[in-house]
Each structure stands twice: as structure tokens, then as C-alpha cells.
């Protein structure tokens, strides 16, 4: 049996791996500097993972003072559903960036095995549609206007499908692929591709650490990969006091260095704030990025208590 699952994890993999090209456009996908409590928008095995009814709300305003920077709201729900190890999750996703909006509207399935006494293997499928709508006319006025003919208003369904792997709520590691399908948007000549949907790759791993009976320390990395663009690393490191405050520091490769802070209202109640110094030339030209979310978590047949856990 354990032969098996290995098996599926192996093919799963591979199929991950040949769909989605390593050799990494411009950055597309929304950015997250607090990735690691946002793994559903990307993972669609997370789904459920957490063992009960799960909302997520997240704002971020990038780049600030800088006309035209992307900003993104995010909106997520997931749980697990009966006792069969099935998840589901539906999250919305909204980009601005200049002149473009970009709306994703996706349903998750995800389906967990039990593949050792401390370890499960979760595997998951999303399904959506893709909204870009660029408006031309946000553009400087002065370009001829032979340049930005017509504003672009497209729809385009999403694919994605994802792994999570993780162990006696200590570890995980996820490889993910959110929409498997590249995209170009044609316009009145269909010669010219006029935006391109490229498609990323997610790898996400972390662990939790005891440092005593009140604290704990947890390092993790997320690699990032779009055809097209350098590869992109974030690595951080969150401690968390008394199981309610959390305070850590993160690195994104030769891009930004952040600070980030959490605490635990409630049982149900968590909010987080993130703070990015641009480390690029770019840096000189903004205040940095802002992003703050909230978690709210309720109980269900499968988990009748809420317990806050670190990932």
C-alpha cells in the first residue's frame, strides 16, 4: 500500500514537473510576502488541510508613492468536507497593476491519504476563470494613438493542480501549479499577441521548531518559477510567543527584505502585517510595500475544537 501511494506522489509529480516549464516573464501572479498563511490561493491540495472552515482576507499595496503600482485583494474559504479526507475551497484573487485589473475566480478540491502514522499526502485540483481588462486610455496621453487602439476585455478558464505533504504538524512541502494553461490575448490582429498569461510553479516547504515551552521558530522557503523571468526565492523566519504573538524577518532574492508581525486575537481570530523595503534600484523611487491580512477559522465535525496551528 505504502508502495502505491509513493507511486502516485512519483507520477504526480512528474506530470507537475512536465507541464510546467522551469526555465523561468515578467512577474505575473500576485506577489506574497506572507506566503506561508496563504498557501490555499496557490495550492489547491491545501484545501481543507487545516481541519476546519477556514476565511482569509488579504490587501496588498506594493511599491507605494509609485503611480501605477500593483495592488492586490485576496479572498479565501476552504474546509474539509464529511470525514473522507475530501477539502474544498473557492478563492478570488484581484490585481491591479497600471493600466490593467486582473480578476481570478477558482474553486479547489483537494483529497488527503493517510500515508504513515504522522505523515499525509494531499493532492488537489482548482478550476476557474481568468478576467483581464487593460484600459489604454490610464497610459500616457502624448503616445500616438495608432499605439493603444482598443482596450482589452478577456475571459480565460484556469487549470491548476497542486501537492501538499506534511507531518505531525511540525513540517510540510508543497509543489503547485495554479493554472496550467498559457493564455495569449489577441486583439483586432490576431498576428499580435497582445498579453500573454504565463504559467508559474510553486515549491513551499517549512518546519516548526520548540525553542521552550513558550516559544517556537519556523524558517520557510518558497521558490517561485515563470517562464521567462529569473527564478524567485523568499526565505523567512517567524518566531511565535505564547501561541499568539509571532514576529519574524524575510528575504526575497535580490528584491526586498521585509518585517512581519501576527498575533492571535482568539481562537478563531488571527491578523498579520508584512512590510517590504524594496533592496533594487526601484527602492528609491517608493515607500515600500504594505500587506495586512485577517484569518478566521471555525470548528466542524472534523476538528470540534479550534486549535491555532503555526502552518
Same mark, same amino acid.
Given at each position: ?230 527564478? &524567485?526565492?523568499?526565505?523567512? #523566519?517567524? @518566531? ?7 514576529? /519574524?524577518? +524575510? *528575504?526575497?532574492? =535580490?528584491? &526586498?527584505?521585509?518585517?512581519? #508581525?501576527? @498575533? ?7 491578523? /498579520?502585517? +508584512? *512590510?517590504?523595503? =524594496? ?33
Amino acid at each position: 500500500m505504502a508502495r502505491r501511494y509513493l507511486t502516485y506522489c512519483k507520477v504526480f509529480l512528474v506530470l507537475v514537473m512536465l507541464s510546467v516549464p522551469l526555465a523561468v516573464s515578467a512577474q505575473q501572479d500576485s506577489q506574497y510576502t506572507q506566503y506561508m498563511y496563504n498557501t490555499h490561493t496557490v495550492n489547491p491540495a491545501y484545501a481543507g488541510n487545516r481541519g476546519m472552515l477556514s476565511l482569509y482576507g488579504l490587501y496588498r499595496a506594493q511599491w507605494v508613492g509609485l503611480e501605477g503600482a500593483p495592488t492586490t485583494m485576496n479572498f479565501s474559504v476552504n474546509s474539509p468536507v464529511g470525514k473522507q479526507g475530501v477539502g474544498l475551497g473557492l478563492s478570488f484573487v484581484r490585481d491591479e497593476i497600471g493600466p490593467s485589473i486582473e480578476n481570478n475566480l477558482a474553486v479547489d478540491f483537494s483529497y488527503t491519504i493517510q500515508t504513515s502514522r504522522n505523515t499525509k499526502l494531499s493532492f488537489g485540483l482548482k478550476g476557474g476563470v481568468n478576467n483581464l481588462e487593460v484600459d489604454y486610455t490610464k497610459l500616457n496621453q502624448e503616445a500616438p494613438e495608432s499605439v493603444f487602439e482598443n482596450n482589452v476585455s478577456r475571459f480565460s478558464p484556469m487549470i491548476g493542480v497542486g501537492a501538499y505533504f506534511h507531518g505531525s504538524d511540525r513540517w510540510y512541502v508543497g509543489l503547485s501549479s495554479p493554472n496550467l494553461l498559457k493564455t495569449e490575448h489577441y486583439g483586432e490582429d490576431v498576428q499580435r499577441s497582445e498579453v500573454t498569461e504565463e504559467i508559474h510553479a510553486y515549491l513551499i516547504g517549512g518546519y516548526v521548531f520548540d525553542l521552550g515551552d513558550s516559544a517556537k521558530f519556523k524558517p520557510a522557503v518558497l521558490v517561485k518559477s515563470v517562464t521567462g523571468a529569473p527564478l &524567485a526565492l523568499d526565505l523567512s #523566519a517567524n @518566531f511565535l510567543f505564547n501561541e499568539k504573538f509571532t514576529l /519574524g524577518a +524575510a *528575504y526575497r532574492l =535580490d528584491a &526586498a527584505v521585509s518585517a512581519l #508581525a501576527g @498575533f492571535q486575537v482568539s481562537d478563531q481570530l488571527m491578523i /498579520g502585517y +508584512a *512590510y517590504d523595503y =524594496d533592496t533594487t534600484d526601484l527602492g528609491n523611487y517608493n515607500s515600500g510595500s504594505h500587506e495586512i491580512f485577517l484569518r478566521f477559522e471555525l470548528k466542524t465535525s472534523v476538528r470540534r475544537t479550534v486549535n491555532p496551528r503555526f502552518f
